[in-house]
């Protein structure tokens, strides 16, 4: 009889939405976590009827039904971190709140608003119950829009996207990372604000040494360009993203880096992005594990 060879790795959750279309969700969210050696738990909202091209049609589940899935997952697996994603209902946005106060691990909220094909993802009640979950949030990941919505500011660029970060803090959230996918331009800026003590003494530099940025009027403020890629195949990129925090908080990363190494992640993920569906694709979170004949 051969002994076994258990695997021990460390694990995340997601709280999510199911896409029917494999792209993003908690598809995305499962592939991302495999890609960084992490155990991927979930905890599914809602089911979505959703493609390259758009979604179809969104059921959202009962309360009950979603509560009991995250306790299922945090009464019995060592959560390393978690993430959300598509909460789709204000009821929903105040159990994740509930949960997230419990919760002994980081968590990571990316704001699901709009998806990126344009469809609406979160009704308006919903958006306005977000405070309480933003307060307990290790890291918020709005894009542009998102963003705007969250805090009234439009994003044109880093400036605005500083500002809104601090707007973002002033709400309870640790750190904010304002997205740059949506703002025109050549290059895209992620741009990071956190507060100072999120960061630590290490401050200014990620893993490599590289300089990453500095602390603005009591704030930590970083930049984390990307040149843009020649693609619309982009569904899916921000649960990618968010994902991959999530993952390398789980690993042991500090925020600065954690963020750093996702970003790298997701530019590979879209310039190596699936050519499937009729529609312009999606990223594919196993880039870095693609093998040529």
């Not at 959750?13 to 029917?20: N, P, R, V």
């Not at 003590?197 to 990620?206: C, E, Q, S």
């Not at 500095?214 to 982009?234: K, L, P, Q, S, Y």
């Amino acid at each position: 009889m051969r002994p076994p060879q258990p695997d021990a790795r460390p694990v995340a959750l997601t709280i999510a939405g199911s896409d029917s279309g494999g792209g993003a969700g908690i598809q995305a969210d499962l592939s991302t976590f495999a890609a960084h050696d992490v155990f991927g738990t979930s905890a599914i909202t809602a089911v979505t009827a959703q493609h390259t091209r758009g979604v179809d049609s969104s059921h959202v589940l009962p309360r009950s039904e979603v509560a009991a899935q995250i306790d299922a997952v945090v009464g019995d697996f060592d959560v390393g971190a978690a993430k959300t994603g598509m909460l789709a209902s204000a009821d929903l946005v105040s159990l994740v709140a509930d949960r997230a106060a419990d919760a002994s691990f980081p968590v990571v909220v990316d704001p699901v608003m709009v998806a990126t094909s344009g469809d609406r993802l979160l009704d308006r009640d919903a958006e306005a119950a977000y405070d309480d979950l933003l307060a307990e949030a290790t890291v918020v990941t709005p894009n542009a829009d998102e963003a705007a919505v969250l805090t009234g500011i439009e994003i044109t660029g880093v400036d605005r996207a500083v500002e809104a970060g601090r707007g973002l803090l002033e709400r309870g959230v640790d750190a904010a990372l304002v997205k740059g996918g949506h703002v025109p331009g050549e290059t895209i800026t992620d741009v990071l604000v956190a507060e100072a003590d999120t960061v630590g003494d290490r401050g200014a530099t990620v893993g490599n040494g590289d300089e990453a940025g500095e602390i603005v009027d009591g704030a930590f403020v970083a930049t984390f360009e990307h040149d843009r890629v020649d693609t619309e195949a982009t569904h899916g990129s921000g649960c990618t993203l968010s994902a991959a925090i999530a993952a390398r908080l789980a690993r042991g990363d500090d925020l600065v880096d954690a963020v750093g190494g996702a970003t790298d992640f997701v530019a590979r993920a879209i310039e190596n992005h699936y050519d499937v569906g009729t529609g312009p694709g999606a990223v594919n979170p196993q880039a870095d594990r693609r093998t040529v004949d």
